[in-house]
């Protein structure tokens, strides 16, 4: 190949990768898989490598980060990066809303911009003729750091902007690290015996500000775009709602919940609708920031010290707290494992009152230096369960207590085991503990397991205590007249569960599997066994290299597997199961399903189905579910209320069915 023709093709290569990284980051709607992506990126690396004369500083490749500085250059913001005032109520919104029409002299109805409130570090990234040459941290406002190398190892930041650039642009944004890439950082971090962060705030911002670049390049950061600073050479849109467009136009990432809204009331109503979703989005948000759109009206209203007038923050409940442990207690779960627990001093957090935290193991105890009497700093994320997030040290009470592993299980008294290198300690008495006994049993009868419908958490601690029920297998042996012989269990409904036990009977053989509880088989592993092996004889007889050929299967799940069938016991139970009636159909190979190598993807409410039961038996009929449209999926069903999910798949010309259409398409296929 000439010369001329490899720059050619590294400037095709660069081009498509930009553009795939514009509709993955900003558009949310990549038209190519990661694999695909990674071989173009991996072809780029390598015509460069052989013509190292054509790496250029804004090429995809060169966001590897760069030698460590001494520290970190000072950059002057000619416009100042403004803070935020913060409001928690309502009333204050309204008397926010209220000022800005005295201040605009007018009683019209003030229009909006409504943005989520990602709760990261503010920077400003600086672009020249559409290539960025310096990003810098708000720092105090008027004086930030330079941390130009930091930023350009985000992936998401466009080192080149799209389109026509202005001569000089500053964008505003907020770099933050999402919940499931703070999971992983800590989790990393602890394998290592670093120090873990104690919010994805804090991880943020010792990533960001790391002389070092290329370990920021190794942390999951990103970035929503909020504002501009400096723009010359172009004439700035007439709103707010207006600048975010053009922003993304660009290729930068604003964020997919900005809307305009007319009037204070649509913006509490904005704040609830966010508030409700919080818990649901991949990365923390702490409130909401509303900004009056107009930059006209912006301009009049101006700002006072370092907060502008037009702009305010309405934050949500703190999702962390301070609070005292009172106690540590250990929980026995079904594998043994036991989890020390924190009772708490109870506290709200996040809108929701605390009084546990799980303290996960004793390392993690050790590593956060954790006593009894500790005054300690609460979080809730997501759905999770709270966590101590660190030990207030400065506060600690002279007579705080150890935490130690009881050398008995709480609950059945047998010795308690911890294995060399391994985190969690285990109560050994596998057979005879009835905590133990109770979780598999719960387990068991859970509702995507057997689902026996009416055997809850009370009737189980009954049924074990009493010594009815030792095994899962017991279940199938229980009569009327011991359960009416149970508390607040009447005739009626003695016969109701003996009813619902016996449809149990019927299920499937993915469903029997996760019901077993074997270690680490979730339903996902659960139905890949099942489609696999076909048969449970099949299954039992596997070997742990038979088993790693199944989808998913590493090493360590195989060997929970084979130990769990070798274990006689279990063979025992199972043995039991079958002869007392539980059966399931046979399995259809995975390419003799009707629906197999089908994709489908659900959006709104089904009329007479749940999302989860429609999921089962697509599966069941060889197809697969997906959570977003893209060019491979097969049809989309529509409930009521679709989400934007519909919108795509018009867009990209996938079939849509209605509610009706899919009962008659199972009914058709099943
Ligand atoms: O998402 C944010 N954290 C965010 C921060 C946002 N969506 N908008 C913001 N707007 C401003 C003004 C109105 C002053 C331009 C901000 C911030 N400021 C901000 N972030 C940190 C300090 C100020």
Redesign the pocket.
């Given at each position: 190949m000439s010369s001329k023709s490899v720059q050619k093709e590294i400037e095709k290569l660069r081009e498509q990768i930009d553009e795939h990284n514009y509709r993955y980051y900003v558009l949310d709607d990549p038209i190519i898989s990661d694999a695909e992506y990674d071989a173009l990126f991996l072809q780029l690396k390598k015509l460069e490598a052989a013509h190292p004369e054509f790496v250029t500083p804004d090429s995809p490749t060169q966001r590897i980060g760069a030698a460590p500085l001494k520290k970190f250059a000072e950059v002057q913001h000619a416009i100042p990066?403004?803070?935020?005032d913060n409001a928690f109520t309502d009333e204050d919104i309204r008397a926010f809303d209220q000022r800005i029409r005295d201040r605009l002299k007018t009683s019209a109805t003030i229009e909006y911009c409504c943005?989520?409130?990602?709760d990261g570090l503010?920077v400003s990234i600086r672009y020249e003729k559409g290539h960025l040459v310096q990003a810098a941290t708000?720092g105090d406002g008027a004086t930030g750091e330079d941390v130009t190398e930091n930023i350009k190892t985000i992936r998401m930041v466009p080192l080149k902007l799209r389109g026509e650039a202005p001569r000089i642009v500053e964008v505003?944004g907020?770099v933050y690290i999402p919940l499931k890439g703070f999971e992983r950082l800590n989790a990393q971090a602890e394998k290592k015996g670093e120090k873990i962060f104690a919010n994805p705030r804090n991880a943020a911002a010792g990533s960001l500000r790391q002389l070092d670049s290329r370990i920021t390049a190794s942390r999951p950061l990103e970035i929503?775009c909020?504002?501009v600073g400096v723009v010359e050479g172009m004439k700035l849109p007439a709103t707010q709602r207006g600048i975010l467009q053009w922003l993304a136009e660009m290729g930068l990432r604003v964020s997919a919940f900005v809307e305009a809204v007319k009037g204070v009331e649509q913006c509490l109503d904005y704040y609830r609708r966010m508030g409700e979703q919080r818990d649901k989005l991949p990365f923390e948000i702490d409130g909401v920031?509303y900004?009056v759109n107009s930059l006209a009206e912006q301009e009049k209203l101006g700002f006072v010290t370092r907060a502008?007038r037009w702009?305010i923050a309405h934050k949500f409940p703190a999702q962390e707290a301070t609070t005292t442990i009172e106690a540590v207690e250990f929980q026995v779960g079904r594998t043994g494992a036991l989890t020390p627990v924190a009772r708490l001093k109870p506290v709200h957090v996040g809108g929701v009152t605390v009084s546990n935290a799980t303290l996960h193991n004793m390392d993690e105890i050790k590593r956060k230096d954790i006593h009894i009497g500790d005054i300690v700093m609460v979080r809730r994320a997501g759905d999770v369960i709270p966590e101590i997030a660190s030990v207030v040290k400065a506060r600690r009470p002279h007579d705080v207590k150890k935490i130690v592993l009881p050398k008995h299980c709480p609950v059945c008294h047998s010795l308690v085991e911890q294995v060399e290198g391994e985190a969690v300690a285990r109560c050994t008495g596998e057979l005879v503990c009835p905590a133990q006994r109770k979780e598999i049993i719960r387990h068991f009868a859970s509702r995507r397991a057997m689902d026996i419908e009416g055997l809850g958490d009370k009737l189980v601690d009954q049924l074990v205590d009493e010594r009815l029920v030792a095994s899962v297998a017991d279940i199938y042996h229980l009569t009327q007249e011991q359960l009416e012989n149970l508390e607040r269990m009447g005739e009626k409904s003695a016969q109701n569960l003996l009813e619902q036990i016996e449809k149990s009977k019927s299920t499937t053989l993915a469903r029997f599997l996760y019901a077993l509880g074997i270690r680490e088989v979730g339903e996902a592993t659960a139905k890949q066994l099942a489609l696999h092996f076909r048969t449970l004889p099949a299954l039992q007889a596997a070997s742990e290299e038979a088993l790693q050929s199944v989808p998913d299967i590493g090493p360590v799940v195989a060997q929970h597997i084979a130990n769990f069938f070798r274990e006689a016991h279990n063979r025992e139970v199972i043995h039991k199961l079958i002869k007392a009636g539980v059966h399931w159909p046979a399995v259809k190979a995975a390419e003799n399903l009707s629906l197999a190598g089908k994709t489908f993807v659900l959006t709104g409410t089904l009329r007479d189905m749940t999302r989860e039961e429609a999921k089962e038996r697509l599966e069941k009929l060889g197809a697969k579910v997906a959570g977003s449209v893209s060019s491979k999926t097969s049809y989309v069903v529509v409930g009521v209320d679709p989400g934007s999910k519909l919108d795509k798949a018009r867009e990209l010309g996938v079939e849509v069915i209605g509610d009706e259409e899919f009962h008659r398409f199972l009914k058709k296929y099943e």
């Open positions: 990066m403004l803070s935020l943005e989520p409130k990602l503010a708000r505003r907020e929503f909020y504002g920031v900004k502008p702009a």
